[in-house]
């Protein structure tokens, strides 16, 4: 069975810097290709949003608006894992982050967590003032 697991979040002061990783697990003996991977976060009080994802083959990526410039996705194929360098946080960045994963193309849009079959238990971020 297909697990996602992050890691690397953490307590940071503002305009500090976090990576997380996503590790996939439960596909021993094979490489896991995934058609897309990536993040999303919840704030308290808010739904659930897009951050970033990248396209395991072409590895082209696309990010929400306010993450552009600062928060950078990337993959490793060989690892089965993806990353988020994220730059220059920001309060309003802290979050419960989530990995996700889908394998094959959906009719929803990338933004939408409905087209996500694959999710991970999430990494805390917390950015101080």
């Known amino acids: 069975q297909v697990q996602l697991v992050e890691s690397g979040g953490g307590l940071v002061q503002a305009g500090g810097s976090l990576r997380l990783s996503c590790s996939v697990s439960g596909v021993s003996g094979r490489t896991f290709s995934p058609y897309t991977m990536g993040w999303f976060r919840q704030a308290p009080g808010k739904e659930r949003e897009f951050v970033a994802r990248i396209v395991w083959r072409s590895i082209s990526t696309n990010y929400t608006d306010s993450v552009k410039g600062r928060f950078t996705i990337s993959r490793d194929n060989a690892k089965n894992t993806v990353y988020l360098q994220m730059n220059s946080l920001k309060p309003e960045d802290t979050a419960v982050y989530y990995c996700?994963?889908?394998?094959?193309?959906?009719?929803?849009?990338?933004?939408?967590?409905?087209?996500?079959?694959?999710w991970g238990s999430g990494t805390q971020v917390t950015v101080s003032s």
């Open positions: 996700v994963a889908r394998t094959q193309l959906t009719p929803y849009t990338i933004s939408d967590a409905r087209g996500y079959k694959y």
